[in-house]
């Protein structure tokens, strides 16, 4: 599959990988421990897909213009 092997994504898939019976887990976005880390994409939270991506990216740019004191537009 073309998709799986430009992303690396297991067998195509779009969406986290969960086993069964797993609940749906949802990231912060950041780490404490390593300032000015932020994390944005599509396997950040539930369901997964384009509008997640663009949902933690934006996400992402609110917290480094916050860690930098700039206005947010």
């Known amino acids: 599959m ?4 430009y ?3 297991y067998r195509g898939s779009w969406m986290s990988v969960m ?6 887990k949802t990231y912060s976005g950041f780490l404490e421990s390593v300032s000015g880390l932020y994390f944005a994409g599509h396997r950040i ?3 997964g ?3 997640t ?5 934006r996400k992402a740019a609110q917290m480094v213009c916050h860690q930098f004191d ?3 537009r």
């Open 49 to 51: 897909g384009l509008p």
């Open 70 to 72: 700039v206005m947010f």
């Open 19 to 24: 086993s069964p019976g797993d609940k749906m």
């Open 53 to 57: 991506a663009l949902v933690t990216g």
């Open 45 to 47: 939270m539930p369901p």
């Open 7 to 9: 992303t690396n994504a």
């Open 2 to 5: 073309t998709y799986e092997r």
